[in-house]
């Protein structure tokens, strides 16, 4: 299968900013995804970008993706004690409907 | 639109046994994918059904099957289960348009544990 890195933990404090960081191995990538995780639940999806894009933005999250390098983030802007939770980031490629996800980021808010 | 549903959410079995889950997928959407989710492991894909034919798998063991029926609900089966299947088991659907943007949701996972 594909390598999709993420560190595995990070913690912020409450209104500062996240940055969770992605890289991913295939250049044939056509879209990018963060998706998060709360405890014992399935995953929502939070955003995506097309591999064309360098950015993205959709209210407190920016993407930011760097194709030459291949990594991807995202940044949560004044981040919550509710944005605490598992954050993965999956690519799918174009070769099919088959997407491939990190290992997970798990965020830790300090109020 | 409903979202998509998991049945059962928890289940426990012994060693040996086997297993049916069930993923409904959200109206209109004809791809199913499977993943299985450890702490060890992270999320790991398990296979996809399109138009109730596997498109794609991942390297799991002939253990573990699934199928889907003509409305695109489908059932994964773990056979002679072991106690390393102890997982959480997600599925999510997508439209399944190949080449296309697509964007994969999740239910919310069945939970297996093996004794």
């Known amino acids: 299968g594909e390598d999709v890195e993420q560190s595995l933990f990070l913690s912020v404090r409450e209104g500062d900013s996240s940055v969770i960081n992605c890289t991913y191995t295939?250049?044939?990538?056509?879209?990018l995804y963060w998706y998060k995780q709360e405890p014992g639940a399935g995953l929502q999806l939070l955003t995506y970008?097309?591999?064309?894009?360098d950015m993205k933005q959709d209210q407190r999250l920016t993407v930011l993706l760097n194709k030459k390098d291949k990594h991807l983030s995202l940044r949560i802007a004044d981040t919550q004690t509710g944005d605490s939770a598992i954050y993965f980031c999956?690519?799918?490629?174009?070769?099919?409907?088959?997407?491939?996800f990190g290992t997970g980021t798990s965020l830790t808010v300090i109020p | 639109k409903a979202g998509v549903t998991q049945t059962p959410r928890y289940l426990i079995k012994t060693r040996g046994q086997q297993v049916t889950l069930s993923c409904s997928p959200i109206?209109?959407?004809?791809?199913v994918s499977w993943y299985q989710q450890t702490p060890g492991q992270g999320l790991q894909f398990l296979f996809e059904?399109?138009?109730?034919?596997?498109?794609n798998k991942g390297n799991f063991p002939g253990r573990f099957s699934g199928r889907q029926f003509s409305n695109s609900r489908s059932e994964m089966n773990v056979s002679t289960l072991e106690l390393g299947d102890s997982a959480l088991y997600l599925c999510?659907?997508?439209?399944?348009?190949?080449?296309?943007?697509?964007?994969?949701?999740f239910g919310p996972g069945t939970r297996l544990l093996v004794l």
């Open positions: 999510a659907s997508s439209l399944g348009l190949a080449n296309r943007q697509e964007t994969q949701y």
């Open positions: 295939d250049s044939s990538s056509t879209y």
């Open positions: 970008i097309f591999s064309n894009m």
């Open positions: 999956a690519e799918m490629l174009n070769t099919g409907n088959q997407f491939y």
């Open positions: 109206s209109g959407h004809r791809s």
């Open positions: 059904y399109f138009s109730e034919t596997q498109r």
